[in-house]
Structures are given as structure tokens and as C-alpha cells.
């Protein structure tokens, strides 16, 4: 169904952009966001700003001709993933001015500065109409959760910089991967308690069911925890629960966001009567694959191969050729063998 809901509103902002009398006026077009919102650009974007790494990802690898900054978050991230960009591409990245992101140090006198033709950003943006009216630049966001959103996101990005076929490829192999999953979740005979822990290091911190984490446990066939968290809870990433609830949760699947912190709940002794520890089901996702940014898709295969197999080599082995297809349509490349087995720093 989720997977119908992305399509039904990316064919709905198409036909309000694409039809004479229908959102088009002289130079301009207008698009609805994935808040609803309906925005008015200039029909031909020739500078894009984006306040996330997830659009700022997108306009790295469609229109880099059009992408006027990066953000932080994106920005430290080339510390580890700057070998996905060919030499020039990096170079370009590393000397483009660096923004805040829209939930930590957004400056309106910097984006004035960089005379965007329009702002992407992400529909947690809750001051996105402020931010708008404050610098008379269109605002449109654009969704990470849950994971099978990113299929809109991706055609939207594309419709907005005038790359669709391209947009329109990725989003395909996201929505195919998707539904891939969702198909052998059905099949699977049971369906493990799974919990998700370590996001910026915080050992007890458990995503919410509507976050990208919560929804690529639950579509590849587990159950996240953190979906028994109150409904005030379920949009936060990284929500704060007691080592008592981790205990009575007792979860069958722990994921840690990284190694450090798998090595921290093996070896402390508050974890140790956990059934996930005891069975040594505690397991770190690939550096490449994480359940997080652009590769999201490919923690949700992932995940699911951890879940069915209950064995981390297996897993690998069964996302591999997966990796591999998405790497190359992305970032027009495949993986080295290192790389793929990579786990999160």
C-alpha cells in the first residue's frame, strides 16, 4: 500500500506541473511538495540548494552542474564515502560552500548569499514557510521516511532539475527493491523482535515505527520495538528508554548503528541477559548499506537477510549483487570486495 501512496502522489504532482492551465504560468511551474504544499519555481532550475545530505546526495549524483553548496552533514560524510565520487567529483564537492541543515544552524543570509533558484528540504522542516517568506526563494520538501518514500523523493528531485529519465531509473530500482522485500516478508514464518540502537552514539536511543528505521525493520519482516513507543514518539530517530526496557523488551535482533557500540552491548554486563546477545544476534550493517541516507534501500535487504538467515556472511552474501546493481545506476560504479564487507565505522 505504501508503495501505491508514493506513486499516486508523484502522479498527482506530475500532472499539476505538466499540464498547460494545470501549474504552469509563463516561466514558472508549480509542484506539490511531499508536505502537500503546493510551489511555484521557475519552470528551468539552474541552481539548487539542498538543507540535507539526502537531497544534497541527489543533486550530486543528477544535476552537479545545478548544485550550488553541500550541507554539513553531507559534508563530513565525504570523510568516509568519498571514494562513491570519481576524482573531479570529489574535488567539486570538497570546494563548494558548506550550509547548515535545516534542523541545526540554517543561516537565510547564506542561502540569500548563494542565490538558489529554488531550496530543497525535508518535510521535518517545520519552519519551511517561514524560511520561504524570510528569503522569497520556493521551499519544497522532500521525504526519507518511511524508506519506501524515497521513490517520490527521488522522481520529484529529478522532476524539479529537469533529469526524470534518470530520476525515474533510480526511483524504479528502489520501488522494485522495495517491493522485493515486502514480497519475502510475507513468505517468512516468523517474525523476530528486532531493536535498532546507536544512532549519534547514543547506546539507548530506539527509533519510532514511522522513521526510516523502524519501517525498513518492520518491511523486512521484523518487529521494531520502538514501535511500542507512545505515537509522540514514532517520527523522533533516536528516542531514550531505560536499560529496564531494553530488558523487558528482551529483543531476539539488537542492530547497532556501528561497531563501537556493538562492542559496548557485548561487553556490558547490564546487556548480557538479553536473548540477542546470549545467541550472539547482535549485528552492524555495512558502511555502504546502512539502514540511513541514499543507500537506505539497501539496509532494508540487509536487514532482512540477517532476520531470515540469522547469520551475518549470509546476509552479505544475499545483498551483494544487490549493492552491486544499486552502485552501479546510482554512482556509475561497482564495488571493491572491501568496501561491500565494510561495516560501519
Given at each position: ?22 501549474g ?13 504544499r503546493k ?5 528551468t ?55 547548515g541543515v ?69 526511483a ?46 518492520d ?17 523522533r ?46 549485528y552492524?550493517?555495512?558502511?555502504f ?7 537506505a534501500?539497501l ?47
Amino acid at each position: 500500500m505504501k508503495r501505491y501512496c508514493s506513486a499516486l502522489i508523484v502522479a498527482l504532482a506530475l500532472l499539476s506541473a505538466g499540464c498547460p492551465g494545470m501549474g504552469e504560468s509563463g516561466g514558472t511551474v508549480t509542484i506539490t511538495d511531499m508536505l502537500g504544499r503546493k510551489v511555484t519555481m521557475p519552470r528551468t532550475i539552474h541552481r539548487v540548494l539542498a538543507l540535507h545530505p539526502i537531497p544534497t546526495g541527489l543533486l550530486a549524483i543528477m544535476a552537479p552542474q545545478a548544485q550550488v553548496s553541500v550541507d554539513s552533514v553531507f559534508q563530513r560524510s565525504l570523510k568516509t564515502h568519498g571514494s562513491l565520487y570519481t576524482t573531479d567529483e570529489y574535488e567539486r564537492l570538497t570546494h563548494l560552500p558548506v550550509t547548515g541543515v535545516y534542523f541545526n544552524g540554517m543561516s537565510a543570509e547564506q542561502i540569500l548569499e548563494l542565490h538558489p533558484d529554488v531550496v530543497i528540504t525535508m518535510v521535518g522542516d517545520s519552519n519551511i514557510d517561514r524560511e520561504q517568506q524570510q528569503t522569497g526563494i520556493p521551499f519544497f520538501a522532500v521525504s526519507k521516511a518511511p524508506t519506501s518514500s524515497y521513490e517520490t523523493t527521488i522522481r520529484l528531485v529529478g522532476q524539479i532539475v529537469g533529469e526524470q529519465k534518470r530520476a525515474d531509473e533510480m526511483a524504479d530500482f528502489w520501488a522494485k527493491t522495495v517491493q522485493s522485500v515486502e514480497d519475502t516478508a510475507a513468505k517468512a514464518s516468523r517474525h523476530p523482535t528486532v531493536m535498532y540502537v546507536g544512532k549519534n552514539a547514543n547506546t539507548l536511543g530506539v527509533p519510532g515505527r514511522n522513521t526510516v528505521f523502524g519501517s525498513s525493520i518492520d518491511t523486512a519482516g521484523g518487529q521494531n520495538v520502538g514501535d511500542q513507543l507512545p505515537a509522540a514518539f514514532a517520527s523522533r530517530e533516536s528516542n531514550t528508554v531505560s536499560i529496564e526496557q531494553v530488558v523487558r523488551w528482551n529483543p531476539d535482533v539488537i542492530i547497532a548503528s556501528r561497531a563501537a557500540t556493538r562492542e559496548e552491548i557485548m561487553t556490558n554486563p547490564q546487556w548480557s541477559t538479553l536473548r540477542a546477545v546470549q545467541a550472539g544476534h547482535v549485528y552492524t550493517p555495512r558502511a555502504f548499506a546502512g539502514l540511513d541516507g541514499l543507500q537506505a534501500v539497501l539496509g532494508m535487504v540487509w536487514v532482512q537477510g540477517v532476520l531470515l538467515q540469522g547469520d551475518d556472511s549470509t546476509a552479505e552474501a544475499h545483498l551483494t549483487p544487490v549493492m552491486q546493481s544499486y552502485y552501479k545506476l546510482f554512482y556509475g560504479h561497482a564495488l571493491t570486495a572491501e568496501q561491500i564487507a565494510e561495516p560501519a565505522p
